[in-house]
């Protein structure tokens, strides 16, 4: 089984930083894309990053020139940078990744429980 631990969240102040981590363990053979969604209350679910294998990138345009997507294949996990943070930007982020299992070879999304994040002074 597929679990992702994500950690890093929390109460910062308007400008602030953070720097959320996921990290995907179980019976992996490997990853293809990881990221990062996020919901605020009252809000549609908004994909905030995604970052293949080969690292190439994707951003949101909100999140552009502010956060930062980056992984470590060799320890399966995923970050997320975060500067310049707005009280736009709390929310309840969900990290993913695309896995292929070990012993079956079947392909899927893994998900963690989320994280919150809140910017606010």
């Known amino acids: 089984q597929v679990q992702l631990v994500e950690s890093g969240g929390g109460l910062v102040l308007p400008g602030g930083s953070l720097r959320l981590s996921c990290a995907a363990s179980g019976r992996i053979l490997t990853i293809d894309d990881m990221g990062w969604y996020r919901q605020a209350s009252g809000k549609q679910r908004e994909l905030v990053a995604t970052i293949a294998r080969g690292r190439s990138t994707n951003y949101a345009d909100s999140v552009k020139g502010r956060f930062t997507i980056s992984r470590d294949n060799s320890k399966n996990t995923v970050y997320l940078q975060m500067t310049s943070l707005k009280p736009e930007d709390t929310a309840l982020y969900y990290c993913?990744?695309?896995?292929?299992?070990?012993?079956?070879?079947?392909?899927?999304?893994?998900w963690g429980q989320g994280t919150q994040v809140t910017v606010s002074s």
């Open positions: 993913f990744a695309n896995v292929v299992y070990s012993e079956t070879y079947y392909s899927t999304s893994a």
